[in-house]
Structures are given as C-alpha cells and as structure tokens.
C-alpha cells in the first residue's frame, strides 16, 4: 500500500554511523519501503563515500549539527513530505516526522553509558516522542516501555519489527575449530563480561569462544579477560560475521536488556542454536527456539551449553521465523499507520 500523494524523506545519517543492528535495520526499511514502490528520498551527509543507494547529499558537517540543523532546512523546504528517522535519533525541530525508539535502555540502564551521551538521550527522546505524528519501535516490550516511560497513548505507536538480511558469506574462513560466538563484545549490555569471566564453562566442554566486539562512544569502557581460549576480532565485514555465526556451535547471547535481539534471529535463521539469557522479550519474541539460562548462574550457562548438541533448527522453524519477522511486513505496518493519520 503507498502512502496518499506523500514523499518520505529518510534520514541518512545512519549511513555514516559505524554498523549495528539499528544501522541493519535501518537499511533493511528503507529497502522493503523501496520495493514497495514508495516516493521516497534519502538525504545524507556530503562526507558520505560509499553507499549501494541513490542518495541525496546536503549541507555541511555531519552528525549532531548535520541532523539538528541541515537536515531539517531541507526538510522544511520540501512541500507534502515527512521525515522517516530510523536510528534512535531526530531532529528536535522538525515539524513532521515519524521517529524509532529501538528501547530506552539509556534510561533504564543508565550507568552502561557515558554522561555525555545520556544526558543528550534523556533530553532527546521524550521531546521527539511527543512532537512525532507516529513512533515506531520493534517490539511489544519497547512499546510498553515507551508507554509507561512517557505517558505517549498506545495508537501513536506502532511495532514494526526487524526481519532478515541477505545473508552473505566469504568462501574460505578460517578453521578455529569447535566455537561458540560471542557479539557486543565491548557493549555492557550485552553481558559479555560475565561469559568472558567464566570461559572454563565453554573450555571443559571443549569449545572455544570467538568474541566479536567493536569501541563505540556511547558506552563506558570495559574490561577485556586475556585467555587462549578466547579471540577477540573487532570490526568484521558482514560477509565474516555470517560466516562466522553459520559455523558456531551456537551464539551465545547473555543481554541484560535488549529491545529486540537481532542476532539472535539470525542466527536462528541459519540453522545454529542460540544461548541466550532470559529476559521477558526473548521469550516474547522467539518463544522456545532459544536455549536459555538464568542470568549470573553458572549451573544454569552450564546446562544451556550442555543442550547445544541435541537443539535442532528445523527448516519448518526457519520459515516461521521468517514469516513472522520480515522486513516487507514491517515496511507494510509503517505505510498502512502512515495512511491513517496523514
């Protein structure tokens, strides 16, 4: 369904952004919305080298300046459109515009993140939310965390979650053997730290650990455990990161709060098991695929990595998962809200 005379103008910052999840997703909208035959124009910074998109580049600078300022002068200038802001972030004086809130572990996890970049969020997020004419986020557990974090009433919001990249892979990795992988190796939310500190688990079951992980500046820095069971690969190409995840043993993703979980239906979707801990929006996003364990016991990580061998992901598994979670559906939900309230 297109939307009624409309022109999407999509905030291209996230292109410049180093990638993760809410990058991927991003995309992957912006993708389903074209395939959908939508008008619609992505408007970056002019720093900006590479893209696989046609784009429309503008202003000066990047960033915060870039989005605040540049972003909504063109925005202003462009009659019958609306501003699609996919990462998290908008600009404050943009006077139509749909904007995503992933989760607000900023706010609710607050000591994972640098003051500087909580105390911008915390002023940030509920001012876009309010001005919005529609959020989307990509779970029912953000949308009631959204609710009740900032009094928005439930028909502003709606759930558009993420669905499958193209999976792509290199054609000769390297043989580390016997590993489970371990993502957001540096993001404190992920709780990889606890995994790392207790990687004699993993070694008496004859596994090592390839723990991927990258800086970013929104985090507060943690520390790395050195162990010969352990390789730490930072900033792999989305080919490795496949390859990797469809030769692991399982993921293993221990996150104390997440919005969604990305990786985990990846991982799903390629037939490895996942490890996870659990916390209410695995449960209600991916059900029984997962195998979980208890948050900060031992004995309970032990039986989850005991129950790798006998897991089976079926291809019937696959295809539900896929069917549930994918990005057209997703890009659907947002045109079909869109229809309804311009």
Not at 68 to 94: D, E, H, M, W
Request: glycine share 4%; proline share 4%.
């Amino acid at each position: 369904m297109q939307t009624k005379e409309l022109k999407l103008i999509i905030n291209g910052r996230f292109l410049t952004q180093q990638k993760s999840g809410v990058q991927n997703y991003a995309l992957g909208i912006v993708k389903a919305l074209r395939r959908a035959r939508v008008h619609l124009e992505i408007v970056t910074p002019k720093n900006l080298i590479n893209s696989e998109l046609q784009l429309k580049k503008i202003g000066f600078f990047s960033g915060f300046v870039w989005e605040q300022f540049f972003l909504v002068l063109y925005a202003r200038k462009q009659k019958g459109t609306i501003l699609l802001n996919l990462c998290n972030s908008a600009p404050l004086l943009a006077r139509k515009q749909i904007v995503t809130i992933h989760d607000l572990a900023f706010t609710e996890k607050a000591n994972w993140f640098n003051p500087l970049f909580k105390m911008w969020y915390n002023y940030l997020i509920p001012r876009i939310c309010k001005k919005a004419q529609l959020i989307i986020t990509v779970s029912e557990f953000s949308k009631r965390r959204i609710i009740e974090q900032y009094g928005i009433i439930e028909s502003k919001i709606i759930v558009a979650p993420p669905g499958i990249p193209e999976f792509k892979f290199i054609e000769n990795i390297t043989d580390y053997g016997d590993y489970a992988l371990l993502t957001g190796a540096n993001n404190p939310r992920k709780n990889a730290s606890w995994v790392l500190e207790n990687i004699e688990i993993l070694t008496n079951k004859s596994l090592k650990l390839i723990a991927l992980g990258e800086n970013q500046k929104s985090f507060n820095n943690i520390v790395r455990k050195n162990s010969d069971s352990i390789l730490y690969l930072n900033q792999v190409s989305f080919e490795s990161y496949c390859s990797l995840l469809k030769n692991a043993k399982a993921l293993i993703y221990p996150s104390l709060y997440e919005g969604f979980g990305i990786p985990i239906l990846e991982s799903l979707c390629m037939g490895t098991p996942v490890i996870a801990s659990d916390i209410p929006v695995f449960r209600e996003n991916f059900g029984t695929y997962p195998i979980y364990f208890e948050i900060g016991n031992k004995q309970s990580f032990s039986h989850a990595v005991d129950g790798i061998e006998m897991k089976k992901i079926s291809e019937e598994d696959i295809l539900n998962l896929k069917n549930k979670f994918n990005f057209d559906n997703s890009a659907k939900q947002i045109l079909n809200a869109l229809n309804l309230i311009m």
